[in-house]
């Protein structure tokens, strides 16, 4: 063979034998995060009313955990996150929710934020 054709032939079966490297890792790493995948919870029905329903997002809102809830996710504003989450438990688990769903049960339903 000459010094080219052993070029070429090496080449090739370097090739092939990348590719064969690159299926064989795609595959282990499938592999792998298929045993890191939890199992998502099933969905029951909600034991909250449309009312309680309502005025727990209108609390979330009015807390500002809807603003910062994206930005947490990647690492942003997570202290703000944070204390919008400590205010809506506040106001969740104080007199403002029963408040919040007394007002939507006389018929002033609609939801809305502090913004």
Known sequence: MSTQANRNHFAA???????????VLTVGMAHAAGN????MPT?????????E???????WRRAGADRYADDARYGL???AYEDAVAQYQSL?????????????LQGNTTTHAAR
């Open 13 to 23: 079966s370097a090739k092939q034998g990348l590719i064969a490297l690159a299926c």
């Open 43 to 51: 969905v029951s029905a909600s034991t909250l009313s449309r009312a």
């Open 92 to 104: 969740r688990q104080g007199p403002a929710f029963a408040q919040e769903v007394a007002r939507l």
């Open 53 to 59: 329903a309502v005025a727990d997002l209108n609390l």
């Open 36 to 39: 890191d995948i939890v199992d």
């Open 77 to 79: 504003n997570v202290a």
